[in-house]
């Protein structure tokens, strides 16, 4: 509203200032001698200009536009190694079964910590997508520069610019979403101390049975982004919020090429009917960044002749575990496990990333392919002077 206000205040003073130097040699040689100011409505959201010509066939006009902040909601796909997370939520859920067959009982003293996560759990709603809200953030300055070829000047070839934020459109979570958005978090927080210590010291897996192990299996849960251009899979994981987030940017200035017909549509000739049409060219294809993403290799274990770590996922003989967050490793004089983990912010969907699984995959092969954006509106003006 202050930025709409600033724009008032300077339609008002150079009304005024014209006004002033209605008689003076500028306007008399059809400069500035004219002062409209409208309203008009179409692809680019709402917009209210003023337009004063500076020459007998040339006109310029300045302006705001704004988009509505209409929303749309699409659904996500939530997934691990092994499928989707609401398997994952069944089974994490059961822990304290299987617990109960190594003589465990979460009741018992010094497990509250994980009853209370289990127990959570149990009562989230088992399913492997979650609902993003998104919502367009438009609003822009425009200047433009309207050339009138014909006597009658119905007709008009325009050239200028549109200017405003980066951001133009957002996409957060639910707040319907945000008990199983934190019980991934917190089944991740789990996964990653769990080949240190397991719980309070016990596995879920009997002796040389690690790969069953239903940590293990499934580790971590996520947004599956698909790779990098080296081949690593990309996973995002929800904000320390419990929300899933994403925007869209373009460059700050985007240049504009239209036609445009207006029309008088009182005896006067002071009210007018303006249609414009043309293309907002975009400077490249937009971005689409997110944080939290983690990018390891996720293929298949290898170790090197000593046992050492090559790359990828997996247990070895030893029941020693290599994975998204955590690996082990031998310094030769102890063993113990590292933080591995390499978490990007930042990174772009469209140019980072390929082979976006389900949803997300189509919205951005389609932001992807989109460099221009359309105008068609549809205003009426009104002549001050």
């Known amino acids: 509203m202050k930025k709409f206000g600033l724009f008032v205040l300077m339609v008002a003073v150079a009304s005024g200032m014209s006004a002033q130097y209605k008689t003076s040699v500028v306007t008399e040689n059809g400069i500035l001698n004219h002062l ?3 309203v008009n409505v179409g692809t680019l959201g709402l917009g209210v200009e003023v337009a004063m010509p500076v020459g007998e066939y040339v006109r310029v006009r300045a302006g705001y536009n704004y988009m509505p902040r209409f929303t749309f909601h699409s659904d996500f796909n939530v997934e691990t190694r092994s499928g989707g997370v609401g398997k994952l939520l069944e089974k994490v ?29 149990s009562q989230i709603e088992a399913k492997d997508y979650v609902t993003l809200s998104m919502k367009p953030t438009l609003h822009q300055f425009k200047f433009m520069v309207d050339v009138l070829p014909f006597k009658n000047k119905h007709w008009s070839f325009t050239a200028g610019f549109y200017a405003g934020p980066a951001a133009v459109a957002d996409a957060v979570s639910l707040d319907k979403e945000s008990l199983l958005l934190e019980a991934i978090n917190t089944y ?31 580790g971590m849960a996520g947004f599956s982004l698909g790779t990098f251009e080296d081949g690593d899979k990309a996973m995002m994981v929800p904000g320390a919020d419990n929300r899933a987030r994403g925007e869209m940017r373009v460059s700050k200035v985007r240049p504009y090429l239209g036609v445009g017909y207006n029309t008088h549509l ?5 009210w007018k009917l303006n249609v414009d049409a043309g293309i907002l ?9 997110v944080d939290n993403v983690y990018k390891f290799d996720a293929s298949s274990l290898v170790l090197d002749e000593n046992d050492f770590y090559v790359s990828g ?8 575990y290599y994975g998204e967050m955590l690996r082990y490793d031998w310094d030769g004089v102890r063993e113990k496990y590292i933080d591995c983990s390499d978490v990007r912010n930042g990174v772009d969907l469209v140019r980072d990333l390929k082979d976006i699984p389900g949803k997300a995959g189509d919205i951005i092969d389609v932001v992807s392919k989109v460099k221009v954006y359309p105008n068609l509106s549809v205003g009426v003006s009104y002549r001050i002077f």
Do not use: Q
């Not at 059961?94 to 759990?121: S, V």
């Not at 009182?266 to 002071?270: I, T």
């Open 313 to 320: 996922i997996g247990v070895d003989s030893y029941d020693k």
């Open 281 to 289: 060219f975009l400077c490249g294809a937009p971005s689409i960044y």
């Open 188 to 218: 991740n927080g789990i996964y990653a101390e769990y080949p240190v210590k397991g719980i309070n010291g016990t596995w879920l897996h009997a002796p040389g049975k690690a790969a069953d192990d239903p940590f293990y299996k499934y």
């Open 36 to 38: 409209d100011i409208g």
């Open 93 to 121: 859920g059961k822990i304290d079964e299987k617990l109960a067959e190594y003589g465990i009982d979460l009741n018992d003293e010094g497990y509250a910590e994980y009853k209370e996560m289990f127990d959570k759990f």
């Open 266 to 270: 009182s005896k006067d000739k002071r």
